[in-house]
């Protein structure tokens, strides 16, 4: 386990209370970045006092594989109309860059007011694209990780923690 459920919660209400005050008095959009976001969307969205609006995205590029395709593949767009909306693209994780610094750009496209990236996890030491990331939850080393909507193969996103996975012929 890297980070337990208990830290895991107080760093998301402080993330929403970090929002509630730079966005007092607008209405925002909170873009998940299906499906490893959901979990932490969801937390995220049940602090934030503000006006708040959900959409969903189906972006990836790690596919059932451990790393990075570096191939961005849009499964499920968005069926939020950002132009003139401030925008927050809410990710599980950032490593590369490549997935967010492709989506941003396309976002940014559809003229949103405002447009900043929140994500839960953060590896810049993998980073090869550069990528603005406004709010991080938690930076984390260069392991694979599973737990609060993170997952290998689909599998073991129902954990309520952040853990590293760990293969037996690994240890």
């Known amino acids: 386990m890297l980070i337990g459920e208990e830290q895991l919660i107080s760093r998301v209400k ?7 005050r730079e966005y007092d008095g607008r209405e925002i959009y909170l873009l998940c970045i299906l499906k490893g976001s959901v979990y932490f969307t ?9 006006p708040v609006k959900l959409g969903f995205m189906s972006v990836s590029s790690y596919g ?8 961005v593949v849009i499964d ?3 069926d939020l109309h950002v132009k003139g909306k401030h925008v927050i693209v809410v990710e599980d994780i950032i490593d590369t860059g490549r997935t967010l610094c492709f989506l941003l ?7 949103p007011a405002s447009l900043k990236l929140c994500t839960l996890l953060d590896k810049p030491s993998r980073r090869v694209s550069d990528v603005q990331v406004d709010y991080v ?3 984390v080393p260069d392991t694979f990780v599973v737990g ?6 689909q599998k073991y996103r129902n954990l309520p923690y952040i853990g590293e996975l760990v293969f037996k012929e690994e240890q």
Do not use: P, W
């Open 137 to 139: 939850g938690f930076e």
């Open 148 to 153: 609060f909507g993170l997952d290998y193969a």
């Open 42 to 50: 969801c937390e995220l969205s049940k602090h934030i006092t503000v």
């Open 76 to 78: 499920q767009d968005t």
């Open 64 to 71: 059932d594989r451990m790393t990075s395709s570096g191939a």
């Open 14 to 20: 402080e993330i929403a209370e970090q929002i509630n």
């Open 105 to 111: 750009r396309m976002l940014a496209k559809r003229e």
